[in-house]
């Protein structure tokens, strides 16, 4: 009797230990990016604004990532001596070869978001969804759901805070959130057109 | 602790039980849902800038302009240019969905290239006297038509073959009533822009057998007794009483007086469903030539062009005479019956066909060549039948080609051995040239005296959104209408009862998908494989609504699914358009439907 409590009792934790320490840290896959991209650097040194670089096109729409031809505009020679400047000019600015960025931000196929909505008529500045992003030294690994294909930062509850990034502000939850804390429009269809 | 099964199904439900207190189970399930939500082959729109590109519609030789909207180089969809003057911004449910034919699952995809080739050099080597190259034009009137015709020319015994165009223009604008035996005036006549700009302005008496979309949108329609147009023309120029008319053709005697004094009022128009039948010669007997039936100049061409092999009919063609055929069908245009074709070839004829669709030709070539669709080659559209005004308009590419494609023009030119230059370019320079007429630039719908563009200027507007318009000029009496004359009516054979009416003009080649699910599918228009008989008819021959049946002809017999439509008269089998029809109905307008 006391045998089978002690069977129920061990698959029981071993389940519980697996759900919650193991899980969360198999349930991403970590991809780098390919370039060492300082946001730092280019915020600090070159003195360069989000808006440089992630800019709006005519048309209103927002370009997100930079393609090479805007790196290239400063960078077809090397500015500084680091090496990863040199490795970016080498692999990619030379042989006018596209970076394979990881988009953190890229929203599923079945939202609609429109970034000159919030940034110019709402005012929101970029940190409040993407974080401190533009303060970092280093771009952080891109982390995958492998199941379902989207980014870490876009879907999904926070698993269990066990050595992981604390999530970032670009889910569902945190649109919402902010909607409601502004009293602002949140029906589904605003944004799942 | 000893390790028994009943211990063991315990760690395995208490394993389940605490896996329930964690999230995994939870995410798993959502994660599965998404991923089922992303599985290959489910559409994803396209991300990246949008923008609007110009271009024009080369489904049918109206060649409305377009504006399309991008998506990262994508056409996304398609809209009419408000500010040109001929198309006012209107758009066909074809034009609209036409960015989807380069996907058309139907498409033709690949073909033998180099086994073609090598077979008409062959034939072209080693015909024997008499026995000629021709390449037949479908859409005659475009710059490809000239590069056809200057290859024709350069082959010894080379034919430029092309259904026959009308050599006059409609001025709707200037018609206060128009008279049409069964053209489809609301349903793919003309540019549809314009008809329905014009529209207020005229009244429309439209005589044919049954009530077809444009007969419900006219504001008379008189439903005439099948073949006895030529009646009820006669009797509107007064060659015959009216009451000899009412008798043939089962109108009332006052409503053909009624039409009679309306076209002896006002400016008018008669039309015909082919634009080459005798019944448009009445306009010569209504005072419109010059009016309302003008002449149209041609666009200016290079000089070195007009050495050009002229354009031939097929029945002028003698019998056995063709040893190597080209047929470029890759816009759809007027459709020559097989039956009139086939005589013409020599016992061992190369047929090579440029088409996309496996519908028309395709049956019957020896060699089907994938070619381009609408909108992934450049290509000029000739002037419609209601554009009064010499123009000049690019096809400008709005994707490349998603598979790989022969262009037929460079392919003839090559066979032919003429310089590989761009004929389009050259044309354009040649307008350029001559001076005359003005530029719409479709951006700012800025209209400019050619005068003051330079040739750059004017290959880079068309290209990019515009169109060249001749000055319209003295309005002036076309040639070659010829004279009214009075056929006998449609015999009447015991074996072929029935009297064939094309329901609707189909326009031949690959139409979108989307269409093909809203229109046919719902029986909104009649599909190739459906006919629509009387009640009366119907139960004669044993036939229920939406049963099988064998159509025949002189020519041949296919097997269709018979609609009984009580708005169809006694004695008549309401067909749609389309080659297969065409092939099996040809010039011989009567059937029999007999249950399969």
Redesign the interface.
């Known amino acids: 009797m006391?045998?089978?409590?002690?069977?129920?009792?061990?698959?029981?934790?071993?389940?519980?230990a697996?759900?919650?320490l193991a899980?969360?840290r198999i349930?991403y896959q970590t991809r780098q990016q390919p370039v060492n991209f300082s946001h730092k650097v280019h915020a600090e040194k070159a003195g360069a604004k989000c808006e440089d670089c992630h800019s709006f096109?005519d048309?209103g729409?927002y370009?997100g990532i930079p393609t090479l031809d805007k790196c290239s505009g400063c960078h077809t020679a090397a500015m500084g001596t680091t090496a990863e400047e040199k490795n970016f000019i080498d692999q990619y600015v030379t042989p006018n070869r596209e970076p394979q960025w990881l988009s953190y931000a890229q929203q599923?196929?079945?939202v609609y978001f429109s970034h000159i909505a919030h940034v110019k008529l709402g005012h929101v500045k970029c940190e409040q969804c993407h974080g401190n992003e533009g303060g970092t030294g280093a771009l952080r690994p891109y982390q995958q759901?492998p199941?379902?294909?989207?980014s870490r930062d876009i879907?999904?509850?926070p698993?269990?805070p066990v050595g992981l990034r604390n999530e970032g502000g670009m889910k569902m939850d945190d649109c919402v959130n902010c909607h409601r804390r502004q009293g602002l429009e949140y029906s589904c269809l605003g944004c799942h057109k | 602790?000893?390790t028994?099964r009943?211990?063991?199904l315990?760690?395995?439900?208490?394993?389940?039980?605490?896996?329930l207190?964690?999230?995994?189970?939870w995410?798993?399930i959502?994660?599965?849902a998404?991923?089922s939500?992303?599985w290959p082959g489910i559409p994803?729109?396209a991300r990246g800038?949008?923008?609007a590109r110009f271009t024009h519609c080369t489904l049918c030789p109206a060649g409305c302009a377009v504006r399309a909207r991008c998506v990262n180089g994508q056409p996304v969809s398609l809209a009419g240019v408000k500010p040109h003057p001929i198309s006012h911004g209107a758009l066909c449910p074809w034009g609209i969905a036409g960015h989807h034919l380069p996907y058309h699952p139907a498409r033709v995809r690949q073909g033998p290239v180099k086994e073609a080739l090598a077979a008409v050099s062959r034939a072209i080597t080693q015909r024997g006297a008499g026995e000629r190259v021709a390449v037949l034009d479908l859409r005659p009137g475009r710059t490809v038509s000239w590069t056809y015709r200057r290859a024709m020319a350069a082959i010894d015994d080379g034919l430029y073959l092309a259904p026959r165009q009308p050599a006059y223009a409609i001025d709707l604008t200037a018609a206060k009533t128009v008279v049409s035996f069964g053209a489809p005036l609301f349903d793919g006549w003309g540019t549809p822009g314009n008809v329905f700009a014009a529209r207020a302005n005229f009244r429309l008496v439209q005589i044919e057998p049954v009530e077809t979309r444009t007969a419900a949108l006219a504001d008379v329609w008189l439903p005439i007794r099948p073949g006895t147009e030529t009646a009820m023309a006669a009797a509107l120029a007064g060659e015959i009483t009216i009451a000899e008319a009412a008798r043939e053709t089962g109108v009332e005697e006052q409503a053909i007086s009624a039409v009679k004094e309306a076209i002896g009022n006002s400016p008018a128009v008669v039309l015909a469903a082919d634009p080459g039948s005798p019944l448009m010669s009445l306009n010569a007997k209504l005072r419109a030539l010059g009016r309302t039936v003008v002449a149209r100049r041609e666009s200016p061409v290079p000089d070195a062009w007009k050495k050009a092999a002229p354009s031939t009919e097929m029945a002028a063609v003698p019998d056995k005479a063709i040893r190597v055929l080209l047929i470029d069908e890759s816009l759809p245009g007027g459709y020559v019956p097989w039956q009139d074709i086939q005589p013409k070839l020599a016992p061992n004829a190369v047929v090579v066909v440029f088409s996309s669709s496996s519908e028309g030709y395709a049956r019957h070539a020896q060699y089907v060549l994938p070619a381009p669709v609408y909108p992934e080659m450049a290509e000029d559209i000739g002037p419609a039948i209601d554009t009064v005004a010499a123009v000049f308009r690019i096809a400008a590419p709005l994707i490349a080609p998603v598979v790989p494609v022969v262009n037929p023009g460079e392919l003839v030119a090559r066979i032919a051995g003429l310089p590989q230059t761009d004929p389009l370019r050259d044309r354009a320079d040649a307008i350029h040239k001559a001076g005359r007429g003005s530029l719409l630039s479709y951006a700012d719908g800025k209209s400019t005296s050619m005068k003051e563009v330079t040739a750059d200027d004017f290959w880079k507007t068309l290209n990019q959104g515009g169109c060249w318009m001749d000055d319209t000029g003295k309005k002036a009496a076309p040639a070659g209408l010829g004279k009214f004359g009075r056929s006998g009516t449609c015999p009447t054979a015991h074996d072929l009862p029935l009297a064939v009416v094309v329901a609707e003009a189909r326009r031949g080649g690959l139409e979108s998908p989307l269409m093909s699910k809203l229109e046919r599918e719902s029986n909104l228009r009649m599909t190739a494989n459906r006919v629509a008989l009387s009640p009366a008819d119907a139960r004669s021959n044993g036939i229920e609504n939406g049963g099988r049946c064998v159509l025949e002809t002189a020519c041949g017999r296919l097997s269709v699914v018979a609609m009984i439509d009580a708005g169809v008269p006694a004695g008549v089998v309401e067909v749609a358009g389309g080659p297969r029809m065409a092939d099996l109905c040809g010039a011989n307008q009567r059937a029999r439907v007999v249950r399969a």
């Open positions: 006391i045998g089978g409590k002690i069977a129920f009792a061990s698959g029981m934790l071993l389940a519980l697996g759900g919650w899980f969360p349930l096109r048309d729409t370009a599923p196929e079945n759901d199941i379902s294909g989207y879907w999904g509850r698993v269990a | 602790m000893t028994t009943r211990n063991l315990k760690f395995v439900g208490g394993g389940a039980a605490g896996a207190l964690t999230p995994a189970p995410r798993l959502t994660d599965t998404l991923w939500e992303n994803r729109p800038e949008i923008r």
